[in-house]
């Protein structure tokens, strides 16, 4: 069965300066990687998804991530933080053999003025 | 640690007829999600509550609705099914919104749905 871990709870980075939420994986086949933002009491927003080709995938609001195979990991990325990107991240993968989806317990990101 | 619980986790239903998910959240989380994720999708964010309260709306058809209780599970009431509700239903909970303390969401396991 397929997993993800997200290894740290809290990220704090002060604006305008880089941000990684990390995201690791577990799966038996090929994965197909996601990352879904939270803002406070909303559902998930999609932001960004990995199936194959380049490792450097682009998403919404700047956001991009670097699919890692070797160490299985899928860490999203911004080169400049807002203050409106506090929010909770998940990272979540599919394994593509048997389609079930399982999400990471999220990451807050705190970007402070 | 007590998690996100659904029933039942899989569901067979004819089209046409109905069908109700039930979500318990985790033990004083008084905020529910519904996501439907149908075959080679992505997770779609359905509808909220919290104390008992719609909270958010998402993509729910019409034929669906869903509400809250004052134990603070939640049940997904699908009529006159369709073919394409075949999916898998996620609920997640959560305690509270931002200002109240934490708001991480936990997901549940998932309501396999077909629709025959």
């Known amino acids: 069965a397929q997993s993800v871990a997200q290894p740290e709870d809290q990220v704090n980075v002060a604006e305008g300066n880089p941000l990684t939420v990390k995201c690791t994986y577990s799966v038996s086949g090929n994965p197909y990687l996601f990352w879904y933002v939270q803002y406070p009491n909303r559902g998930l927003q999609f932001l960004l998804k990995y199936i194959t080709g380049d490792n450097l995938v682009k998403g919404s609001y700047g956001f991009e991530a670097e699919f890692n195979k070797s160490q299985t990991s899928f860490h999203l990325k911004k080169p400049s933080a807002l203050v409106s990107d506090s929010a909770l991240y998940f990272c979540a993968v599919r394994d593509m053999d048997n389609n079930d989806m399982r999400f990471g317990a999220g990451t807050r990101l705190t970007v402070k003025p | 640690a007590a998690g996100v619980i659904q029933s039942p986790r899989h569901l067979i239903k004819e089209k046409r007829e109905t069908a109700t998910l039930k979500c318990y959240p985790i033990p004083r989380h008084d905020t529910v999600y519904w996501y439907q994720q149908g075959p080679g999708q992505d997770p779609q964010f359905l509808i909220s509550?919290?104390?008992?309260?719609?909270?958010d709306k998402g993509s729910i058809p019409d034929r669906f609705s869903a509400q809250q209780f004052s134990d603070y599970h939640s049940e997904l009431n699908m009529s006159s099914l369709e073919l394409g509700d075949s999916a898998l239903y996620f609920c997640?909970?959560?305690?509270?919104?931002?200002?109240?303390?934490?708001?991480?969401?936990?997901f549940g396991p998932g309501t396999r749905l077909t629709v025959t």
């Open positions: 997640a909970s959560s305690l509270g919104p931002m200002g109240r303390g934490t708001y991480e969401q936990y």
């Open positions: 509550f919290y104390e008992k309260m719609q909270s």
